[in-house]
């Protein structure tokens, strides 16, 4: 099974980091990752999102020329999920999208702690058109961006831990880390937090290789 990680942004360590944590989720599979080199840095809202499909798009025939069994979009944004959806040659999924249907059939109850406020409304609409939004509690923005996400300090962890502590309580049974770039971050925002981390690179993987399995 071939699964191709398109990273929308132009960070391609971003992308090496989601492609290292797919592979360790589903060893059995082949993981190929993309970066967009026509996207910008880092996709922080809607703006940036749709400047990143242009180049998502193009991409498309040489998904098809390798042979990709299935696209995971590696953005929480799901940037350009149903345009690709639509042109793909193959089942197209978010990262994003994996971790609330994981969250839902899971937990019921969950929340997403995601990165600056400009990303809120994205994230809170994708959940209504899922038809996820009966599930989510809340989705949480830290005031981080993206590229300090993925650097990882220890103030960014601290800040993280706190908006994920605090969405546990107020209700939330499991918390969706709402950027690709907090995966690596999972275990250390656990052992902080002691709340249920959904990680949407994981969560994508297995739910591709499902996909994979139903349709076979």
Not at 62 to 74: F, M, N, P, S, T
């Amino acid at each position: 099974m071939r699964i191709l990680y398109i990273n929308p942004n132009s960070t391609a360590s971003m992308t090496n980091q989601i492609v290292g944590i797919a592979r360790a989720a589903l060893p059995d599979a082949e993981i190929v990752g993309w970066t967009n080199a026509e996207g910008p840095p880092a996709i922080e809202g809607p703006e940036d999102g749709a400047h990143a499909v242009i180049g998502l798009k193009k991409l498309l025939p040489e998904a098809k020329g390798i042979g990709a069994d299935l696209i995971v979009i590696a953005c929480f944004d799901d940037t350009g999920l149903e345009e690709l959806r639509a042109a793909a040659h193959c089942p197209v999924i978010g990262i994003g999208q994996a971790a609330y249907v994981i969250g839902a059939l899971a937990f019921g109850a969950f929340s997403v702690v995601t990165t600056l406020p400009v990303s809120v409304p994205v994230l809170e609409e994708n959940i209504a058109q899922y038809g996820l939004a009966g599930a989510c509690i809340a989705v949480r923005a830290s005031g981080v961006p993206v590229l300090a996400v993925e650097e990882g300090s220890e103030p960014v962890r601290v800040r993280l831990s706190e908006e994920i502590a605090a969405a546990g309580k107020e209700g939330a049974r499991a918390v969706a880390m709402g950027c690709a770039g907090m995966s690596h971050l999972r275990a250390d925002l656990f052992e902080r937090t002691r709340v249920p981390l959904i990680d949407g690179v994981i969560a994508s993987a297995h739910l591709a290789r499902a996909i994979r399995a139903t349709l076979n």
